[in-house]
């Protein structure tokens, strides 16, 4: 019975294994390996703008198709690295880079988890010293007093 279901956990586990595979059709692929390892990096950088969270190195979309394409044939031309990715931002504008340049119309983007982080400190900073504040215990009014000695004096009626 053990075995039996070690060997169905595992299938699972085999079933949903992700699969290393990518979109480049090797029609797409130039025959120097340097240069394709160079189109290969920039296509991980790039953003499908039919998927939009994958590079254009995983989808299968024919846009991103063109767009591989199109990145062969600058490196190809003899562009460099920051050229493509130039000429790519001109074209179809800093959306399609799955990784934003750090420039003052994206600092915000950047700056956000900073942000977070210290929002995150300052609240629990101002939680510690409340609690430090608040360690010590509050009077009891007469009444509540009162009701307290009664209670464990035995003179409350019984429910």
Avoid at 61 to 66: E, G, N, Q, S
Wanted: net charge positive.
């Amino acid at each position: 019975m053990i075995r039996r279901k070690a060997f169905f956990i595992l299938l699972l586990c085999l079933l949903c294994w992700p699969a290393a595979c990518y979109a480049v059709q090797p029609d797409e692929m130039l025959p120097d390996p340097k240069l394709e390892a160079r189109a290969r990096a920039l296509s991980r950088q790039l953003r499908c703008m039919v998927c939009q969270n994958q590079s254009i190195d995983d989808s299968d979309a024919p846009l991103a198709r063109d767009l591989r394409i199109l990145v062969r044939e600058r490196v190809r031309a003899g562009d460099s690295d920051p050229k493509v990715l130039d000429f790519l931002v001109a074209r179809y504008g800093e959306f399609v880079l799955l990784r934003p340049r750090f420039e003052w119309r994206t600092a915000l983007l950047w700056a956000t988890p900073l942000l977070i982080l210290l929002g995150g400190g300052l609240s629990l900073l101002v939680l510690a010293r409340r609690r430090l504040r608040s360690d010590e215990p509050s009077r009891l009014s007469a009444d509540e007093e009162a009701k307290v000695a009664r209670l464990t004096a035995g003179d409350h009626p019984r429910l």
